[in-house]
């Protein structure tokens, strides 16, 4: 058994890993010399029993193929590194925590309601939200971008798509960075459940009320087959929607903005030609900025991947940032590029059935932000240090530093 705890000097189970500067080098020394390696799961602040043992696949290849084949490596027993009990793998996931045909089923009932139809029915809404974060520093000449621009923008939207009544989202938003912040561990599972309660609540209110010609009512008499989701599911969802929602799409905005602001010819041509190299640049970001590092599959039978001899019952850990930055897939990987031919980023899941539900919000967001950013604000730059998230299972810049020309807010 290749383990990179022996070999390489370090796990990717220590919380110390991510508080390391050079974490690209000991990925790229993973996709080099040990695309497959078993992790050890030390105890530590974040999972003081430890636990019993992982392999990380930091390949594009491998990452593709574990996504795609949930036959051989399922999602049905959990998605989180950490191990839970069925009961646990339901509440804290739902139809991510599922066997390939149950999830199916679950999925095909959310794609009924969460369209294309359905975000570009939204796009006044989103536009109006990427006005209003902006135009709340405009006339100050400095800001931070995360607290002060972009970190509740999508929780606005999200929180126009569920019906949140606005007095409530700031709580909302609270619990969702600590659910993500603390992934895995006691603490962000009681944020988790916390956010699942206020859920039932406000379905509740949808059912009695009558006003059920919004998002949640919609999904509450959506069917297939003859079956729909129940109340809890819908919860559930709404927890899964709201947390992947608000906290991917503004660490890939603010730490996208902190890579344009590394690559200063790239933002310049991005700035100057907007509508043209906006479907690329926006891919390429996600790319770049792999807002979600990982998620677990189980092994359900002995298999061989990447040279190595996986067991059945196995954990595989799929490193979608390291798959991301993978040379012998990505000419020039860690160098935002907005002409690829080609950009097979995994930054929305490797392929397969579990491909991210929220993909098509995501573009249009970050694609609407970034036009409205560039209008208002032209001149915008990173002023001081960037701070990143120690974290596990996001990429994220919490605090960027930035200046720009005092302007008018903009009234449309």
Known sequence: MSSANRELGFTLSDPAFWARTDQADAFKLLRDQAPVSWH????????????????SVVRHAEVTTVSKDQETFTSGFGTEIVDMTPEEQLTFGGMLNMHAPQHAKYRAIVNRVLTPRTVEAMSEDIDR???????????????????????????????DLLSVPEEDRAKLIDLTVTALSAYGTQHAYSAYLEIIDYALELIDDVRTSGHDDNFLGKLLTAEVDGESMSDKDIAIFF??????????TASTLATGFYGLSLNPERRIELQNN???????????LIRWVSPVKHFRRTATKDVELGGQKIKSGDKVVMWYN?????????????????????NPHVGFGGGGPHFCLGAVLARKEATVFLRRLFQILPDIEVSGPAEFAQSNFVNAVTKLPVSFSTAQRLVI
Do not use: C, H
Request: net charge negative; aromatic share 10%; proline share 6%.
């Open 40 to 55: 050890e799961e030390i105890p530590s602040a974040w999972f003081p029993e430890g636990g019993r043992g992982f392999w």
């Open 322 to 342: 390291s798959a991301n930055r993978d040379a012998t897939v990505f000419d020039n990987p860690d160098v935002l590029m907005f002409n690829r031919e080609q």
């Open 239 to 248: 927890a899964l929607l709201l947390t992947a929602g608000i906290e991917t």
């Open 129 to 159: 939200q990427a006005i209003a974060a902006i135009n709340r520093v405009a006339e100050k000449g400095s800001a931070d971008f995360v607290d002060d621009i972009v970190g509740d923008y999508p929780a606005q939207i999200i929180g």
């Open 274 to 284: 907007y509508e043209a190299l906006a479907p690329a640049a926006i891919e390429e």
